[in-house]
């Protein structure tokens, strides 16, 4: 289970299947979704993302973590400046460079739980789940980086969370509200005749001013989480967080949701989301 510790004025952590990154707060929102491309690729490797962080002045910390082998719970590890890695397992190893404009680099096997700080200190109690996308975040922490089962993917990051009863809940600018149990695609296109009506549910939105995409917007579940993706919609989503600055979902790119986050699609079609026990 990955979690962060939310910061407005901290730099950024970033997460995909097989990699977490954690940079420090004079990282530029563009660096930060530069990784995200990256590293989202399937044939993602720890140098690609090392070579966009090469230069000191793009960003003066950072720590990268890989996850590499599931038989043996292997991880990779590079660290630049006053960055701490902790590392628990069969062995704990725990990491931090020197400032400059080079960092360090080794693997650490038999791993079980991760985490990684700006600050000397271990994240606290105050961490919120993350999925897959980017946060503002001082501190990111692993409980469990290799769930183990059998059906998970060699080389995955997975984000596990407790069974319960939750349910998320989309409430439309109509006052009706949907219930997020599975794949939801939202766009301008008439969805009447799709043969995939059962699998997916489709959301048809007006838009006189064609601002909307015919396919716009994807929300579905991802081990719990409710996740909002990007459908190479032409001018995007933006995304309300209380407490937080809007954030621009465009370009394919991916982020987690919470409660009472606002999705703004255009045109004042906005979707509130909530979740029910």
Known sequence: MFAYSPAP???FAVITERFVCLLSAD???GLARELFRILDAT?????DALAALAPVDVVERFALIELLDEDDRSTRVAVRGQVSVGI????T????????ATWITG???GVSALWLSMDDSLPGDELLPLGRGIVRA?????ESVYPGSAAAEAG???VEHEEGDERWILRLPDGNELDADGTIVIGRTSWEHEDDADEVKHVSVPSPMRQISGSHLELALVDGELVARDLDSTNGTIVLTPERPPRLLHGGSTTSLQTGDILDLGESFRIVVSSRH
């Open 9 to 11: 004025e901290a730099g």
């Open 27 to 29: 990282a530029p929102v």
């Open 43 to 47: 044939d993602a490797r720890l140098d």
């Open 88 to 91: 628990e397992g069969t062995t």
């Open 93 to 100: 190893t725990r990491l931090s460079a020197p400032g400059g």
């Open 107 to 109: 693997e650490a096997r």
């Open 138 to 142: 001082r501190a990111v922490a692993a």
């Open 156 to 158: 995955s990051l997975r």
